[in-house]
C-alpha cells in the first residue's frame, strides 16, 4: 500500500507535464502537413499533374487533422468512403438526368437533390450513424450534391469524381503519414491513462474524506486540500461523453503500443461506469463529511480504527486495481484476495457499531455517533460492492489481453 | 401539489412526442437549402454570375446546416469572419512573397504557411477560443492556405478572395433564411425545456424512492419502474456536457419567443449544477433504497410520516421551482415560504428520530432505524440546502427577467 501510495503522485505529475507539450507538437504536425500539402502548388512537376483540384487536398488535410490518430483516420476513412458512395450516386444521378433532355433535366436533378439529401440528413439522427459515421454522411450530401450540379454545366463528370477522390486521397495520405508517424497521439493510450487518472482521482478524494473527518478539531483544513478532494470525484463523474468520444477513435485505431486490433474498448467505457457510480458514493461521504451536524470528536475517535482500515482497504483494492490495469498485468488472484480483506474489514466495522460503547448513556449521541459511522459503512458496502464489480471487470479484461 | 403532479407527466410525454417530428423536419429544411443553392447551378443566369464558385455556396449550406438555429448561425458567423481574416492575411502574404522574385516566392510561402499554421493551430487548444471560435479558427487555416498559393499560380488574389467571400456568403444567407423561417429549432428552447425536464426526473426519482422504500412488503416494484427511478437523476447526473454546448449555442441566438437578447444563459448552466448535486443526493438515497439490509417493517412505518411529509415538501418546492422557471413566472415570496415550509418538515423529522421508540429496547435495532432515517435526513437536509439554492438561482433568474 504503501509504495503504492509514493509511486502515484510521481504518474499523476509526469502525465500533467506530459500532457502540457502535446499541443505544441501537434501545432507542429499540423503545419508540417499543411507544407507538404501545399506543395502540390507550389512545386511545378506535381502542379501539373493535378492542377487546381489540389485545392482539394489541402481542404482535407485542414478539415481531417485531429489531435488523435484515431479521430483522424476515422474522419479520413469517413470521408474516404463519403466521397466515393456521394460520387457515385452523384454520377448516376447526373448520367440519368442528361437522358430526360435539356428542359427536364434541371426539374429531374432538383428532385433527386432534394429527397437525397434530405433521407441522408434524416439518417444522421440514427444513433449508431451519428456516433460513428455522421461526418461521412455529411461529405455523400456534399460530394453528391457538387458532382450532380457539375454536370449539368457541361464538365466531364467522370473525370472530376476521380480528380476529386484522388486529391482527396492525397491529402488523407499526408495527413496518416504525419499524424501516425511523427510523435502519435493515440486516443487509445489516452483513454487507457485517463482510466487509470480515475482510479487516482477516486483514491485521492476517499484518503481526503477519510483524513478530513477524523482530524482533530484544532487542525484546519486548507482549502486547497477541500477543492482536490471535490475535483477527484467531480472530474470523474463529468467524463461520460468525453470517454465515449474518446473509446469511439480508439476504435479507429490500428495495432500499437501495447494494444492489439478490436481491444475490447468497451470494457473500459463498462470499468469508467463502475468508478462513476463509486465517485457518486464518495460525493455523499463528502457531503456528510462536510455536514454542519458533526458528531463530537471523542465519539469520531471510538470507531477511527475499523473506518480508517476499512478506507485504507478500499485505497488499497482501488490503488492495486489502477496499477494493474496501468501495466496492463494480470492479477491471478488479486480479486479474491482483495474482495476477501475488504469484507473481513466491513465486518470488523459493522461489528464496531452494533457493539454499545461503553461510556455512553445517552441514545441521543449513540445515534449522533452512528449516524457517521453507518453511512462510512453504506458507502464502505457500496465500495465494496463496486471494487468487486471492478476487480470482476478488470480480471475479464486482462484475460482477454493475455 | 396534487395539482402540479397531474400536469407534469403530461407536459413530459408532449416534449418526448414532439422531439420525434424534429428531425423529420430538420431533414426537409436542409434539403431545401440544398435546392435553393443548387439553384446558382441550375439557373442560367445566376451561373453566369458566379460560375464555378457556386460549389463554396453549396460546400457552405452542407457544412453549416445544424440542427438548432443558434449553431447554425454560430458556425456561420465563425466561417464569415474566418473567411474575411484568412483571406486577407493570405492575400497579404500572397503579394509580400510575390515581391520576393521567383526563386525565394516559394520558400517565403511555405515558411510562412508553417509558421502561420502552426501558431493558429496552437490557439486552437487555449480553452475560450477551442469553445466558441475552434470553427472558425479552421476556416482561417484553410482560406489563408488557399488564397496564399492560388496567388502563386497566378491567379489574381484579390478577385479570388472576393468571390470566395461572396459565395459563402450567399451560402450562410440560405442556411438562415431556412433555419430562422421554416420551423425554426432554437438552442435556447431546448436549453430551457432541458431545465424544466430535469426537475421533472428528479422530482419522479425522489418520489419513486420514497413510494419504494415504504411500500409494504407484498408489495413488489415493477422492474419498469425501478428503472424510471435511476434514469430520472442519472439523465440529470451525465447533462453537463450537452447542457454546455446548448448553452453556447443559444448565447449564438438572436431575440425570440420569450427570450431577449443577453438573456443570462449561464444562469441556467448555474441551475443545472446545483441540480446534478441534488441528482447525486437522490443517486445514494437509492442506493440506501435497494441496500440488502432493510429495517424491519414496523420501524419503517414507525418514521413513514415526517419522512413522506419532507419528501413531499421537497418534491412540491422542486414542482413549484420547475413550474416557474417553465413559465418564467416570478415567484414573489415563493423561495422564502417554500425554504420555511421545508425547514418546519426537516425540523420535524428531525425530532422523530431523535425521541426513542416506545416499544424498542434493542439498541441494534433502534440503529437499524436511525440507520435509514437519518440518511433520509441527511439527505433531506441536502435537497433542503440545494432547493434553497435553486430557489435563490431562479429567483435572481426572474428578477433579471422582468
Not at 460503547?357 to 459511522?373: A, Y
Request: charged fraction near 20%; charge should be positive; include cysteine.
Amino acid at each position: 500500500g504503501e509504495i503504492l501510495k509514493r509511486k502515484q503522485p510521481a504518474t499523476l505529475r509526469l502525465l500533467q507535464q506530459r500532457r502540457d507539450h502535446r499541443p505544441i507538437i501537434h501545432s507542429i504536425k499540423v503545419a508540417i502537413a499543411l507544407v507538404l500539402v501545399s506543395l502540390l502548388y507550389l512545386q511545378k512537376d506535381l502542379y501539373d499533374e493535378v492542377g487546381d483540384n489540389a485545392m482539394w487536398a489541402i481542404m482535407t488535410v485542414v478539415v481531417l487533422y485531429e489531435f488523435t490518430a484515431g479521430a483522424t483516420l476515422g474522419k479520413g476513412l469517413n470521408r474516404g468512403i463519403g466521397t466515393i458512395l456521394g460520387g457515385s450516386v452523384g454520377m448516376l444521378t447526373g448520367l440519368l438526368s442528361q437522358r430526360a433532355g435539356r428542359r427536364a433535366n434541371a426539374v429531374v436533378l432538383g428532385i433527386s437533390i432534394f429527397f437525397i439529401g434530405a433521407i441522408a440528413s434524416y439518417t444522421r439522427f440514427i444513433p449508431t450513424i451519428k456516433k460513428k459515421y455522421d461526418y461521412g454522411v455529411m461529405i455523400f450530401i456534399l460530394t453528391f450534391n457538387l458532382i450532380a450540379v457539375s454536370g449539368y454545366r457541361g464538365e466531364e463528370i467522370v473525370k472530376l469524381a476521380g480528380d476529386r477522390l484522388s486529391t482527396v486521397g492525397m491529402g488523407f495520405a499526408v495527413c496518416v503519414a504525419t499524424s501516425f508517424f511523427i510523435c502519435p497521439v493515440w486516443a487509445g493510450d489516452n483513454l487507457h491513462r485517463s482510466l487509470v487518472t480515475k482510479f487516482e482521482n477516486i483514491t485521492v478524494s476517499l484518503e481526503g474524506c477519510l483524513a478530513e473527518y477524523f482530524k482533530t478539531n484544532n487542525q484546519k483544513t486548507a482549502v486547497k486540500t477541500k477543492r482536490s478532494i471535490s475535483n477527484g470525484y467531480i472530474s470523474v463523474l463529468h467524463s461520460k461523453d468525453a470517454d465515449a468520444a474518446m473509446a469511439n477513435f480508439a476504435s479507429w485505431e490500428p495495432w500499437h503500443g501495447r494494444f492489439g486490433f478490436y481491444y475490447p474498448w468497451d470494457k473500459y467505457l463498462q470499468i469508467s461506469e463502475t468508478l462513476r457510480q463509486l465517485a457518486a458514493c464518495v460525493l455523499s461521504l463528502h457531503s456528510c463529511v462536510q455536514s454542519v451536524q458533526q458528531s463530537p470528536e471523542w465519539i469520531r475517535r471510538s470507531f477511527e480504527k475499523p473506518c480508517t482500515n476499512l478506507g485504507e482497504a478500499i485505497v488499497c483494492a482501488l490503488s492495486e486495481l489502477g496499477e494493474s490495469i496501468h501495466k496492463m498485468r494480470r492479477c491471478h488472484s488479486l480479486a479474491s484476495v482483495i474482495g476477501k480483506s475488504l469484507q473481513a474489514m466491513a465486518e470488523e466495522l459493522r461489528t464496531a457499531l452494533i457493539e454499545p460503547l461503553p461510556h455512553s448513556q445517552d441514545i441521543g449521541l449513540v445515534v449522533e455517533r452512528r449516524k457517521k459511522g453507518e453511512e462510512e459503512e453504506v458507502m464502505g458496502g457500496a465500495g465494496l460492492g463496486d471494487a468487486l464489480a471492478v476487480a470482476a471487470f478488470a480480471y475479464m479484461l486482462l484475460e482477454m489481453e493475455e
